[in-house]
């Protein structure tokens, strides 16, 4: 599968961004999805997964409350709703995909595919 990342800006502290990430083919529902970030000088980390069906997802502690994954497996895409942004969230961001995972995975290494990176930048 290829993924597609969009939707990445520059936006205040506070205010919001919709990321989005389409994948080809037309096996995406048996994909495990999630998001992933890299900020300058640190390492990739987990941001949020959802399940195939979309009913069971896994937030990091530093997103709960904040950000919301979802997805629409009629049109192979999966979001990532980004509110109340900070600056510390500034990173490039990753959609990835996991082939037959039954549940969100939050390890890098449970995904098969990876998507070209979208930038948000978040001024202060």
């Known amino acids: 599968v290829q993924l597609q990342a969009s939707g990445g800006g520059l936006v205040q502290a506070g205010g919001s961004l919709r990321l989005s990430c389409a994948a080809s083919?037309?096996?995406?529902?048996?994909?495990?999805m999630g998001w992933f970030r890299q900020a300058p000088g640190k390492e990739r980390e987990f941001v949020a997964a959802i399940n195939r069906s979309g009913d069971r997802i896994y937030y990091a502690d530093s997103v709960k409350g904040r950000f919301t994954i979802s997805r629409d497996n009629a049109k192979d895409t999966v979001y990532l709703q980004m509110n109340s942004l900070k600056p510390e969230d500034t990173a490039v961001y990753y959609c990835?995909?996991?082939?037959?995972?039954?549940?969100?995975?939050?390890?890098?290494?449970?995904?098969?595919?990876w998507g070209q990176g979208t930038l948000v930048t978040v001024s202060s």
């Open positions: 990835a995909a996991a082939w037959g995972v039954h549940g969100p995975k939050s390890l890098a290494s449970d995904y098969n595919y």
């Open positions: 083919g037309r096996t995406f529902r048996y994909y495990g």
